[in-house]
């Protein structure tokens, strides 16, 4: 696991100097894991697209958009390639507003 997780930090901090040893550190990186059926941890997997192996480094290579339609998810859209990834979330334990109490039996407002 420290190796695929020094390749990544590679990718990420070389990207901007040498784009296609970046690109060849993550798919290395990613070959590994799945050689050694390892998985990779939640933040390592969302830090290169999945279908393009590009690390996102900052404005230039993915954009983020916040979703509500009929599931709240993140879209993160590679621009290398134009893959859309999304990651569903849900707000935990939101407290109740004023003006939705519930009224029990026996309660008058």
Do not use: W
């Amino acid at each position: 696991m420290a190796r695929i997780s020094k390749l990544l930090d590679f990718a990420i901090k070389y990207y901007g100097e040498y784009p296609d040893f970046a690109v060849a550190a993550v798919r290395t990186a990613q070959r590994i894991s799945m050689k050694y059926r390892v998985k990779l941890p939640t933040a390592l997997k969302r830090k290169f697209c999945r279908k393009c192996y590009t690390p996102f480094t900052g404005a230039s290579t993915f954009t983020v958009r916040i979703r509500s339609g009929r599931t709240r998810h993140v879209a993160v859209k590679c621009l290398k390639c134009g893959y859309v990834r999304r990651y569903q979330f849900r707000v935990k334990n939101k407290p109740p507003s004023e003006g939705s109490r519930v009224i029990g039996v026996g309660q008058h407002s």
